[in-house]
């Protein structure tokens, strides 16, 4: 389907030969258009003012300054969807941090296909962030009090949570509100191997709750968090008189490897009613169809609404298709959850 106007993207990166390759091989694309490419940060703030492009794309390792302290610098004054392109994982969750909506890993050219899966992958993730909106979710979210005589038996209830482009900072300002003594909470992020271990361990260094990526049998445990690790679906089991997470290497579902929906409908037959689901930010319609499954199950279910999200997609459909029970904006879902189980 032709959008109605091309995107405008600005390329960043200080390799000839791969500002020249990716220029010409995301034009191929009828709805993109490379309007300029840049060496470096300073080059690129110029072309920024001058060119207005829709998306840019930024590698992280450049002469004068790096792409994360661009980003922190750019992104106050001329908020605008960046997607990260670069080889260094350890520093890609920092540019998340800094503002931009999506990376993508430069591809291995000693693959064959790498290079058309890199630019494949690439030119969706560009058209994804023309429609993000950016400079909404840097706040600070302070600690909310820990739940006391909730009432509520947390060893058999699960939290789930779901999200994609923009989830990164969604799940965090969800979780890092969240107290010591908390159900088990599974989530699944739309990220590739090795990212998903390392946000785990970014959330559980800044987080009340113990975070890890999730490993086959892993059992869930109240104040423990567990992240579907790339390339695996995650589902959970019922084991005794607790449950366990199950972690295989599957093909995609909904488009998606782990995919919110496959986790979503394992947490509706495993816990039905003694679960709640939460749908946050994110392309397309990955964890509607699991959320209502678990809505019909008599859990209790939360969207992000369209404020607040940096893309109003999986959220949308939810809501749209009767999966969602309450839309909140993301400030204010960590405080639903605790009230939901404090009842």
């Given at each position: 389907?032709?959008?109605?106007?091309?995107?405008?993207?600005?390329?960043?990166?200080?390799?000839l030969?791969?500002?020249?390759?990716?220029?010409r091989?995301?034009?191929?694309?009828?709805?993109?258009?490379?309007?300029?490419?840049?060496?470096?940060?300073?080059?690129?703030?110029?072309?920024?003012?001058?060119?207005?492009?829709?998306?840019?794309?930024?590698?992280?390792?450049?002469?004068?300054?790096?792409?994360?302290?661009?980003?922190?610098?750019?992104?106050?004054?001329?908020?605008?969807?960046?997607?990260?392109?670069?080889?260094?994982?350890?520093?890609?969750?920092?540019?998340?941090?800094?503002?931009?909506?999506?990376?993508v890993?430069k591809?291995?050219?000693?693959?064959?296909?790498?290079?058309?899966?890199?630019?494949?992958?690439l030119?969706?993730?560009?058209?994804?962030?023309?429609?993000?909106?950016?400079?909404?979710?840097?706040?600070?979210?302070?600690?909310?009090?820990?739940?006391?005589?909730?009432?509520?038996?947390?060893?058999?209830?699960?939290?789930?949570?779901?999200?994609?482009?923009?989830?990164?900072?969604?799940?965090?300002?969800?979780?890092?509100?969240?107290?010591?003594?908390?159900?088990?909470?599974?989530?699944?992020?739309?990220?590739?191997?090795?990212?998903?271990?390392?946000?785990?361990?970014?959330?559980?260094?800044?987080?009340?709750?113990e975070?890890?990526?999730?490993?086959?049998?892993?059992?869930?445990?109240?104040?423990r968090?567990?992240?579907a690790?790339g390339?695996?679906?995650?589902?959970?089991v019922k084991?005794?008189?607790?449950?366990?997470?199950k972690?295989?290497?599957?093909?995609?579902?909904?488009?998606?490897?782990?995919?919110?929906?496959?986790?979503?409908?394992?947490?509706?037959?495993a816990?039905?009613?003694?679960?709640?689901?939460?749908i946050?930010?994110?392309?397309?319609?990955?964890g509607?169809?699991?959320?209502?499954?678990?809505?019909?199950?008599?859990?209790?279910?939360?969207?992000?609404d369209?404020?607040?999200?940096?893309?109003?997609?999986?959220?949308?459909?939810?809501?749209n298709?009767?999966?969602?029970?309450?839309?909140?904006?993301?400030e204010?879902?960590?405080?639903?959850?605790?009230?939901?189980?404090?009842?």
């Amino acid at each position: 389907m032709r959008l109605k106007q091309k995107i405008k993207v600005l390329i960043v990166d200080d390799s000839l030969l791969f500002r020249e390759t990716l220029s010409r091989e995301i034009s191929k694309d009828p709805d993109v258009e490379v309007v300029g490419t840049a060496t470096d940060p300073y080059m690129a703030r110029d072309m920024i003012i001058k060119l207005k492009p829709d998306v840019v794309t930024l590698d992280v390792e450049m002469p004068k300054m790096n792409g994360i302290e661009f980003l922190k610098k750019l992104m106050p004054q001329y908020p605008l969807p960046v997607i990260v392109v670069s080889s260094v994982s350890k520093n890609i969750l920092d540019a998340l941090d800094a503002g931009a909506v999506e990376f993508v890993t430069k591809p291995n050219f000693s693959r064959t296909g790498g290079m058309n899966s890199f630019v494949n992958e690439l030119i969706v993730k560009i058209k994804i962030a023309s429609t993000a909106k950016v400079g909404n979710l840097k706040k600070d979210y302070a600690p909310i009090k820990a739940i006391a005589n909730s009432g509520v038996n947390t060893m058999n209830m699960i939290i789930a949570i779901g999200a994609s482009t923009g989830g990164t900072d969604a799940i965090y300002a969800v979780v890092s509100r969240l107290p010591r003594d908390m159900p088990p909470i599974v989530i699944v992020q739309h990220m590739p191997p090795v990212f998903t271990k390392l946000y785990a361990d970014r959330l559980n260094n800044t987080c009340e709750l113990e975070v890890k990526e999730a490993e086959d049998g892993d059992v869930l445990k109240p104040g423990r968090v567990l992240i579907a690790p790339g390339s695996y679906q995650m589902r959970i089991v019922k084991r005794g008189t607790g449950y366990i997470v199950k972690c295989t290497q599957e093909e995609k579902v909904s488009g998606h490897c782990p995919s919110v929906d496959v986790l979503f409908s394992s947490v509706a037959e495993a816990a039905g009613k003694q679960s709640i689901g939460v749908i946050l930010t994110g392309m397309g319609k990955d964890g509607a169809e699991g959320l209502l499954k678990m809505k019909k199950k008599g859990a209790y279910t939360i969207g992000q609404d369209e404020k607040t999200s940096i893309v109003y997609g999986m959220p949308m459909v939810a809501y749209n298709i009767g999966g969602v029970e309450k839309q909140l904006p993301l400030e204010k879902i960590s405080d639903e959850i605790v009230r939901v189980l404090s009842k």
